[in-house]
């Protein structure tokens, strides 16, 4: 990581061209993740408890950073609370029309795919309990009313469980930990680790206190962006004292309100969870889908086996990716391959109504396109099928297409 001069902020000048890449690509993936949470499989969230602040050694902003990084904590259990509020509009539901009709065309429809049912947590509040032994052995359980959603993985096998309709999925995992290395941020520690590497000299970063998270005493780890133009207030890190593991990680906006995505433990213990936590036989009756069936069904459906996915065609358009403006005012681009824009009327059906409700017209220099905003993440889509998204303003990120057009 790199060193920082004072508390409060970190040099870049020395850092080289591709280390400032990973940063600016760092601070992207970040609020894209956070729009993306409940897809995100592990996401967690607690209150920092009113029992008043502990007293606890002093500690600068680099000797907590650093803690984090050595925090290797392998065994824990516990229960988390998750509260996202993207400040989407009410669409009576539609919005969750839209993703399991996705999820039932275009990958086998079975709602134990934890692609489609951790999208639940993108909004509201919820409630998982969570236990972890090593790399190899990690389990979630989304708490229903009347129901849970189950999510487990044991060695190479990764099953999903939902006990409403009954239905398992089942899929793999390479063993030899690159798998693992690509999944998305899902912790508070992998929320904070994303965060930190996008700290650089357009960042204030802070020890801001102590607290206390789920009866254990932590310290308040604070970074805020220097620059204007970004819809990131601030984010709040809650630190274990003993452990070094982030317990919380809370992100406002800039402008205000409550959070927009708030994870913490609200119970925790890092003894080692019972061997048997882990274990999964698909209950007797239950429909199970090996994740290898999915491309037959499409074969079944008539379409060719060989014949490119949706997420194949984004990754496409994401190879293209490229980092426009500097600091928190970092925007993405890719170009989609298609013109035209957004559908509209009947070409479009639900899903172009629902964009459309969230979109708002705007042109300049690169020509015309839709906004569609939300309390942290903007998106521009143009005319000629390019996409700009940032943690930046509508202007800024109308500034952002014009200067890179």
């Known amino acids: 990581m790199a060193p920082y001069e004072t508390d409060d902020t970190t040099t870049a000048g020395e850092a080289d061209e591709p280390r400032a890449g990973r940063r600016r690509a760092a601070r992207y993936v970040v609020p894209v993740?956070?729009?993306?949470?409940?897809?995100?499989?592990?996401?967690?969230?607690?209150?920092?408890?009113?029992?008043?602040?502990?007293?606890?050694?002093?500690?600068?902003?680099?000797?907590?950073?650093?803690?984090i990084a050595t925090s290797d904590v392998q065994q824990l259990s516990g229960t988390v609370k998750i509260t996202t509020d993207l400040g989407l509009p009410d669409l009576g539901g539609l919005?969750?029309?839209?993703?399991?009709?996705?999820?039932?065309?275009?990958?086998?429809?079975?709602?134990?795919?934890?692609?489609?049912?951790?999208?639940e947590l993108a909004s509201g509040t919820h409630t998982l309990r969570v236990a972890a032994d090593g790399p190899d052995r990690q389990?979630?359980?989304?708490?229903?009313?009347?129901?849970e959603y189950s999510l487990i993985h044991n060695g190479k096998d990764v099953w999903g469980y939902d006990s409403a309709?009954?239905?398992?999925?089942?899929?793999?995992?390479?063993?030899?930990?690159?798998?693992?290395?690509?999944?998305?941020?899902?912790?508070?520690?992998?929320?904070?680790?994303?965060a930190l590497k996008a700290v650089d000299d357009t960042t204030s970063v802070a020890v801001d206190g102590t607290a206390q998270v789920a009866g254990r005493d932590a310290y308040k780890l604070v970074v805020k962006p220097r620059q204007s133009g970004s819809t990131v207030g601030a984010i709040s890190?809650?630190?274990?004292?003993?452990?070094?593991?982030?317990?919380k990680f809370t992100l406002t906006?800039?402008?205000?309100?409550?959070?927009?995505?708030?994870?913490?433990f609200t119970k925790v213990s890092f003894d080692?969870?019972?061997?048997?936590?882990?274990?999964?036989?698909p209950p007797k009756g239950a429909e199970v889908t090996e994740d290898g069936e999915l491309d037959h069904g499409r074969e079944r459906s008539g379409k060719p086996e060989n014949a490119p996915k949706p997420e194949e065609d984004l990754a496409k358009g994401l190879d293209g990716l490229k980092m426009l403006g500097e600091g928190w005012n970092s925007v993405a681009v890719f170009d989609t391959g298609g013109e035209g824009g957004l559908p509209t009327g009947e070409a479009g059906g639900d899903l172009g109504g629902?964009?459309?409700?969230?979109?708002?017209?705007?042109?300049?220099?690169?020509?015309?396109g839709t906004v569609f905003s939300t309390r942290l993440v903007n998106a521009l889509m143009t005319e000629d099928g390019k996409v700009y998204v940032g943690a930046v303003t509508k202007d800024a990120l109308v500034k952002a297409a014009d200067a890179g057009k």
């Open 33 to 67: 993740t956070v729009m993306g949470v409940a897809a995100a499989t592990i996401g967690l969230v607690p209150a920092i408890a009113d029992s008043g602040d502990p007293d606890l050694p002093e500690i600068t902003a680099v000797q907590l950073i650093e803690r």
């Open 95 to 119: 919005e969750s029309g839209l993703v399991s009709g996705a999820t039932e065309q275009g990958e086998g429809g079975s709602s134990a795919d934890p692609s489609a049912k951790l999208t």
């Open 139 to 147: 389990k979630l359980s989304l708490l229903e009313n009347a129901a």
């Open 165 to 194: 309709s009954n239905a398992v999925h089942h899929s793999t995992v390479d063993r030899s930990g690159e798998d693992r290395a690509q999944k998305p941020p899902a912790t508070p520690k992998d929320f904070a680790e994303e």
């Open 237 to 247: 890190i809650a630190v274990d004292h003993r452990t070094g593991m982030p317990l």
């Open 253 to 264: 906006p800039a402008s205000g309100g409550a959070a927009v995505v708030d994870v913490g």
């Open 272 to 281: 080692r969870p019972a061997a048997s936590t882990f274990a999964f036989t």
């Open 354 to 368: 629902f964009l459309g409700s969230l979109g708002d017209q705007v042109k300049g220099d690169f020509g015309t």
